[in-house]
């Protein structure tokens, strides 16, 4: 996408303060695959080999313990031959399951600290996520003992922070809502079982007039 490309260069070389988002020739889909023991490199090459275009992989590891675990999250570009992944049900000789990634929350862009974009694809005016000044976190000379101060809501907490108010309303007026369950939703009636047929092969077999043969036969 050429366009794309020059109106941001030109943009950006005009001191505009602006963000995009990632072009549609650009986007990719993440997978998660479950049940592998192998590293990194050797997923990456054997997706590879099987014809796929890997961005990126990476192996999950529990919140703590930093320990590696065998779910691994790779990122593809969103093209129909990379789609086949989802078909695999075997790679490197080991059983698999392939997965979509959980849907995440919006990003927080730690350039500006506004939403739903990344500082990657951002050009406007830092915001520091500590002590809400004009600059990057990464710059930022406030002392860490110092409390932090969100330049969204001004609150006693980092910028960054999903839990703050405003990120929390941005949330709610931007996430679809869902349709209610019917067991939670009162104003439909509920399906009924069909009623059983009163009337069957068996019952009309009992109920048929029983006869009795007088032919009879010759010597």
């Known amino acids: 996408m050429p366009d794309y490309h020059k ?3 030109y943009l950006s070389e005009q001191k505009y303060h602006f963000n995009t988002r990632r072009p549609d020739s650009e986007k990719t889909f993440r997978v998660v695959i479950r ?3 192998n590293d990194t490199d050797e997923l990456k090459d054997e997706l590879n080999n099987k014809g796929l275009t890997v961005t990126q992989v990476l192996q999950l590891r529990k919140t703590g313990t930093k320990t590696a675990i065998p ?5 593809l570009p969103d093209s129909k031959p990379n789609k086949q992944i989802y078909s695999f049900s075997k790679i490197l000789s080991q059983r698999i399951s392939v997965e979509p ?5 919006p990003p927080i862009c730690t350039r500006c600290l506004d939403y739903s974009h990344t500082n990657k694809y951002c050009e406007r005016k830092p915001r520091c996520g ?3 000044g004009a600059h990057q976190m990464l710059n930022c000379k406030q002392p860490s003992t110092d409390p932090p101060k969100c330049a969204n809501c001004g609150g006693p907490h980092k910028g960054i922070w999903k839990g703050c108010p405003n990120y929390q309303r941005f949330l709610t007026r931007n996430t679809p809502p869902t349709e209610p369950h019917l067991p939670n939703n009162p104003s439909q009636p509920r399906p009924q079982p069909a009623p059983l047929p009163q009337r069957n092969a068996w019952t009309d077999r009992n109920s048929a007039p029983q006869t009795t043969r007088t032919d009879k036969h010759p010597p």
């Open 7 to 9: 109106v941001k260069t």
């Open 35 to 37: 049940g592998l023991v």
């Open 71 to 75: 779910l691994f999250l790779v990122e």
């Open 101 to 105: 990634e959980h849907r995440r929350r």
């Open 130 to 132: 500590a002590c809400s």
